[in-house]
Structures are given as C-alpha cells and as structure tokens.
C-alpha cells in the first residue's frame, strides 16, 4: 500500500527527447514536491505544489515543468533532455502539521 | 534557509551507540531539525524531528543545546539494516498555512555498521 508512488522507476533516453515522470500519493496531502539528486547524491528541491499551486522553483531550467491534474498528483514532465538531466529524481508530499515530506522510490533518468 | 554541515562518514560495529552531529550556525527562530535517513534506490524516510532539548522516539533520539547551532542524532545499538545515509535539514516545519517546507539537503552522512 504505496504511499507516495512514482512511475517509471527507470527511464532511459536520448539527449532532445521529452519525457515525464508521473507521481501520484494517496495520502490525501495537500503538497507535493519534486526533487532532484545527482550522482553525488546531493538532493535538491525542484518544485513543490499546494493546491495545485506553484508556490516553489528553485531555479531549474525551464524545460523541466511540473503538472497537477488533482491533489492526488504531480507529473515532470521534461523537455529537450540533456546530459546533465540524468539523476534520481525524487516525488514527495505533505500535509500542514506534518513533521516532514513523505518520498517515493525515486525514478533513476539516464540521458545518453 | 540555513545550511547544515555533518560528517561524510562513519563506521561503526553492531550493538554499538551512534551519534552523528550536525552543525547549522545559522538556524532560524521558526526552524525545526528533521533527519531522514535513506537506503540505496529508496526516498528519504523520515527519522525524528525536534526544536530544543531533547526528543526520543522508537528508533532514534535528537539532542538540540540551547543555543540550537548544533543537533546529534543517537541510534541506540546499531545493525546492520541501519546503514544508511542520515541527513539533518532544518527548516520551517510550520511552512506556513500551506505546510510547505523548504528544506535544504545537505551532503548527508554515510553510516556503515560493521559486523
């Protein structure tokens, strides 16, 4: 019984491609987020989303843009796919009161 | 958002006590301490979290000194299942009215519990 579950779990592709990554939580949070960790395993937040609200971007480059179709979800969706893009990336979500973000298992993105 | 600064790594035998310290000299008023511990190809799971003093639960306990700049995480009697990589982040656990919370990863410490 999944809580924060993320599809694919590995995506292999080529450089200009576009693709997305879907996260779907059934914890009933009202926020979710997205992160990113490299292959030196620094994790940094990407985006995070209340209320289907876009209330966090830490700068990443505009190819990368989060979707909410409902509460319950938030696709990455990724355009024009480099090198650097390759990485863990990493759903969570949370509810106010909470004591943290709630992760999924991570989609491993390999651009070649 | 301050930032956090732990060791890279550490080693430790089965049964032993561990502690792992983390520094974050420029903590804010509204700033709790969370660490998360995460296993290889897993999200980050949630340990404990605390403000001041002294926070225990069931798996881990959190000392926070008065003056807030430092925490250690104390896992009572290791094994191996608790290796891992510890991350401590402070931040705004209240995240205001929406519960979003900008939380800064840092390098994060790689335990490795030895038999």
């Known amino acids: 019984d999944t809580a924060v579950s993320q599809t694919p779990k590995y995506l292999v592709t080529q450089m200009g491609n576009d693709k997305s990554i879907k996260c779907e939580q059934n914890?009933?949070?009202?926020?979710m987020y997205w992160y990113k960790q490299d292959s030196k395993k620094f994790l940094k937040i990407m985006f995070s989303?209340?209320?289907?609200?876009?209330?966090i971007n830490e700068t990443v480059p505009n190819r990368f843009s989060p979707k909410s179709p409902d509460k319950a979800h938030l696709n990455l969706h990724i355009n024009s796919l480099e090198l650097g893009d390759s990485a863990v990336y990493f759903c969570?979500?949370?509810?106010?009161?909470?004591?943290?973000?709630?992760f999924g298992n991570g989609t491993r993105l390999t651009v070649t | 958002l301050a930032k956090t600064t732990q060791p890279i790594s550490m080693d430790s035998y089965e049964g032993q006590e561990v502690n792992i310290t983390c520094s974050h000299n420029?903590?804010?008023?509204?700033?709790?301490i969370t660490w998360y511990q995460q296993f290889p190809s897993q999200g980050p799971r949630f340990i404990i979290q605390?403000?001041?003093t002294k926070v225990t639960n069931e798996v881990a306990s959190l000392f926070i000194p008065a003056d807030r700049k430092s925490s250690t995480l104390s896992l009572p009697r290791v094994s191996l299942s608790d290796t891992a990589v510890y991350y401590c982040?402070?931040?705004?656990?209240?995240?205001?009215?929406?519960?979003?919370?900008?939380?800064?990863f840092g390098t994060g410490t790689r335990l490795k519990v030895l038999a």
């Open positions: 969570a979500s949370s509810q106010v009161g909470d004591r943290g973000n709630h």
């Open positions: 914890l009933g949070h009202d926020t």
């Open positions: 989303y209340n209320n289907k609200e876009l209330i």
């Open positions: 420029n903590i804010a008023t509204n700033d709790y």
């Open positions: 605390g403000y001041k």
């Open positions: 982040l402070v931040g705004d656990i209240a995240g205001g009215t929406s519960g979003t919370y900008k939380y800064i």
